[in-house]
């Protein structure tokens, strides 16, 4: 079968389609009759697709709280280890006293 | 009603929910897409149901289409048919035997209709048979009314290997044919 033999084999057995004009109306018609169903949205004017941009832009609650739930859970922790222990003031005086006392000396 | 609103003004108001736009999108291009439809499905229920969905997904998708887009609002619809097509072809559905069963045998010229369904048939058997871009390529060539250049431009490829793709989908064609016993034109029709 040659190449020209193929393409008269398939022009002879899908001849030309002729459309109709009431197949034209029916798709036509039944798009329409789709869109109307409640599942098919209409496309969103130009204020709607602003506001969808900013929504965009702006993170979610939801997102935020993914965000900061995890350093905030480990101050806490942080926190109230740190609050548990107990304070020892002893190192402390001493340390100032070191510091204050050449100071007093040198008679500032 | 002749109007003089290139495809991106029409879609550009259809994204803002104009009707009347759309309809006059839809009378531009529905015939173009069912004759694809209608050649590729094999019957016009199917083709109808394909273009119809075409032409939903033009409707949501509106607001998205961008006018500077290299892409022709016409080459991304003859896409998203063929794509339909190619969809709904992996799905057995072809009924062009039965209705050849079907079909009365004393109406005049029933043999040679019976005969021309029953090629469709087995070309339709043989393209399955086919990688699927190359059978991509065959129906826009054999089934659609685009030129060349647009038919490469719906696959997205150059013109030099839209025709690389035909001459091999040509190749296995004839060779799926051979093989289910079609060694030439007399065979057939």
């Known amino acids: 079968m040659t190449a020209d033999g193929l393409d008269t084999l398939i022009k002879n057995a899908f001849p030309a389609t002729d459309i109709q004009p009431d197949q034209v109306q029916r798709v036509m018609a039944?798009?329409?009759?789709?869109?109307?169903?409640?599942q098919v949205q209409a496309p969103p004017g130009r204020w709607h697709q602003l506001g969808?941009?900013?929504s965009e832009l702006t993170?979610?609650?939801?997102?935020l709280i993914r965000q900061t739930a995890l350093?905030?859970?480990l101050g806490l922790a942080l926190g109230l280890y740190l609050g548990q222990?107990?304070?020892?003031?002893?190192?402390?005086d001493e340390l100032m006293a070191s510091?204050?006392?050449p100071l007093m000396t040198a008679g500032y | 009603m002749n109007d003089s609103r290139d495809d991106d003004e029409l879609l550009e108001l259809t994204a803002a929910g104009d009707r009347d736009a759309f309809q006059l999108l839809m009378e531009r291009h529905v015939k173009s897409m069912l004759v694809l439809a209608q050649r590729v499905?094999?019957?016009?229920?199917?083709?109808?149901e394909l273009v119809q969905d075409a032409f939903l997904k033009v409707w949501t998708q509106a607001p998205k289409w961008r006018r500077d887009g290299a892409a022709q609002f016409s080459t991304w619809l003859y896409r998203v048919v063929l794509n339909g097509c190619l969809d709904r072809r992996r799905r057995p559905v072809w009924t062009g035997l039965d209705e050849a069963a079907e079909l009365a045998d004393s109406a005049p010229g029933a043999a040679q209709h019976l005969a021309q369904l029953q090629s469709r048939a087995i070309i339709q058997e043989a393209m399955s048979a086919i990688p699927e871009r190359q059978r991509a390529a065959l129906y826009l060539h054999y089934f659609s009314e685009i030129s060349a250049p647009q038919a490469a431009q719906v696959l997205d490829i150059t013109v030099p290997a839209m025709e690389a793709?035909?001459?091999?989908?040509k190749r296995a064609l004839k060779k799926e044919l051979i093989r289910r016993g079609v060694s030439d034109l007399g065979d057939m029709i």
Do not use: H
């Open chain 1, 30 to 38: 039944g798009v329409f009759a789709r869109l109307d169903q409640p």
């Open chain 2, 41 to 48: 499905s094999g019957n016009s229920d199917d083709a109808e």
């Open chain 1, 85 to 92: 222990m107990p304070e020892d003031t002893a190192p402390q």
């Open chain 1, 52 to 54: 969808q941009l900013l």
């Open chain 1, 71 to 73: 350093p905030m859970a």
């Open chain 2, 165 to 169: 793709l035909l001459i091999r989908g």
């Open chain 1, 59 to 63: 993170p979610s609650p939801l997102a």
């Open chain 1, 99 to 101: 510091l204050y006392a």
